[in-house]
T-cell receptor, first 112, second 112 residues
């Protein structure tokens, strides 16, 4: 079946620290992989995505590389800001269906 | 600009009452989804639709129903509200398989 496992939170970092949020997946077929971000009181917004192996998605300084050999899609940012404080969700959708499968979310707090 | 809206944004109701949450999208997307978000569970799929007159049960469909009479709307009905249905509800839509899902701002429901 399809599933996503992401690292437990909460994560607290100082401003300008390096961020990694781990995400691994199990999927049938050839999945597309996504990172969504949810700011307090809002819905989920697409942060970045990758649709095939070795693709790198990037946006707002965040990056993630689709690694088929390790079934991973880890989110990284070189220097976090207070405004990056949010909950981050890893997700996949398989080419065998239209449904999304979400991880449980990782809460990030960045302190000045 | 295309968008997806939900109403109401906040709702308080009593146990046993019927409640309907609205979701409207102007993306002209075929696929629409309802999720609930609870602490410790991430996002869980309630119902989804791949087009007009099509509806399908998700992971946590008991006590909920949907109908799809046009492309733009997928209302979610709680037949007889229970305290366990207190949650934040998100609607989402996507164009086709493996495309990005776009989320509404959410409805916060409290069942007393």
């Amino acid at each position: 079946g399809n599933s996503v496992t992401q690292m437990e939170g909460p994560v607290t970092l100082s401003e300008e620290a390096f961020l990694t949020i781990n995400c691994t997946y199990t999927a049938t077929g050839y999945p597309s992989l996504f990172w969504y971000v949810q700011y307090p009181g809002e819905g989920l917004q697409l942060l970045l995505k990758a649709t095939k192996a070795d693709d790198k998605g990037s946006n707002k300084g965040f990056e993630a590389t689709y690694r088929k050999e390790t079934t991973s899609f880890h989110l990284e940012k070189g220097s976090v800001q207070v405004s990056d404080s949010a909950v981050y969700f890893c997700a996949l959708t398989s080419n065998t269906g239209n449904q999304f499968y979400f991880g449980t979310g990782t809460s990030l707090t960045v302190i000045p | 600009d295309a968008e997806i809206t939900q109403s109401p944004r906040h709702k308080i109701t009593e146990t046993g009452r019927q409640v309907t949450l609205a979701c409207h999208q102007t993306w002209n997307h075929n696929n629409m989804f309802w999720y609930r978000q609870d602490l410790g569970h991430g996002l869980r799929l309630i119902h989804y639709s791949y087009g007009v007159q099509d509806t399908n049960k998700g992971e946590v469909s008991d006590g909920y129903s949907v109908s799809r009479s046009n492309t733009e709307d997928l209302p979610l009905t709680l037949e007889s509200a229970a305290s366990s249905q207190t949650s934040v509800y998100f609607c989402a839509s996507s164009g086709s398989s493996q495309e990005t899902q776009y989320f509404g701002p959410g409805t916060r429901l409290l069942v007393l």
